[in-house]
């Protein structure tokens, strides 16, 4: 048996799964699909785990995902090369699915990526 070790060092994103508050909800399978084309067309892809959540507001809930990577051995990288992929994978997620915003976060840092024109409330117009 072997044991490979490295440093260790993982980053999450959250997506709801509405296209903005109160749009069209995509499916898991429309997540799971353009994250693996996505990963297909990058030569710094990570293997990436995808769970359900829920994010809860007051009077608003909405479904949605947390979407991780750790630093695998298996395919170690750089902590800026983790870093570097999920800014980018947000960056194309907000814009595919038409999000608001997105969060990344690592044990440092949360950075929030939003749209010029995102909504600031959940209520109907």
């Not at 060092?9 to 903005?20: A, C, D, P």
């Not at 749009?23 to 996505?38: A, H, M, N, P, Y």
Request: net charge negative; with cysteine.
């Amino acid at each position: 048996m072997r044991v490979k070790i490295e440093d260790t060092f993982e980053v999450k994103l959250y997506l709801g799964s509405k296209e903005s508050y109160n749009g069209r909800e995509f499916s898991f399978e429309e997540l799971t699909k353009f994250i693996g084309q996505f990963q297909k067309d990058r030569d710094d892809a990570c293997p990436l785990r995808i769970t359900q959540c829920h994010f809860v507001f007051e009077d608003y809930l909405e479904q949605g995902w947390e979407v991780g990577v750790i630093n695998y051995p298996r395919f170690p990288k750089e902590e800026g090369e983790l870093w570097r992929f999920m800014c980018s994978l947000a960056e194309h997620l907000l814009e595919h699915f038409k999000q608001n915003r997105i969060s990344v976060i690592s044990p440092k840092h949360t950075h929030m990526f939003e749209v010029e024109e995102a909504k600031q409330t959940h209520e109907e117009e």
